[in-house]
Nanobody
């Protein structure tokens, strides 16, 4: 029903910043809760951040990124962002955005129906 495409990944030095975008098509993204997840080689996919529908009044972050990452949404652009600051080598992973029809900022990936293809983030030391 909705298609999601991530962009903005790349190579950055430790301590640097990067902003990821999750662009939606097919439906307005304002009706969905959106989460960001990441997966490093050989590791399980883990929760990063999430935002509730419409105004995005409620946000949630993994302890490992709280204070460094910020999730936001611009519904007029049908896009959700993940601003990543003070990046660390352990942040290196493929990052995925996902949408759920209930509009909540779930931390559980099983709650999300739609997923993007991922974008690679590599942080060098």
């Amino acid at each position: 029903q909705v298609q999601l495409v991530e962009s903005g990944g790349g190579l950055v030095q430790a301590g640097g910043s990067l902003t990821l975008s999750c662009a939606a098509s097919g439906r307005t993204i304002s009706s969905y809760g959106v989460g960001w997840f990441r997966q490093a080689p050989g590791k399980e996919r883990e929760f990063v951040a999430a935002i509730t529908l419409r105004s995005g009044a409620i946000t949630s972050y993994a302890d490992s990124v709280k204070g460094r990452f910020t999730i936001s949404r611009d519904n007029a652009k049908n896009t959700v962002y993940l601003q990543m600051n003070s990046l660390k080598p352990e942040d290196t992973a493929a990052y995925y955005c996902a949408a759920n029809v209930l509009g909540y900022g779930f931390r559980d990936e099983a709650r999300y129906e739609y997923w993007g293809q991922g974008t690679q983030v590599t942080v060098s030391s």
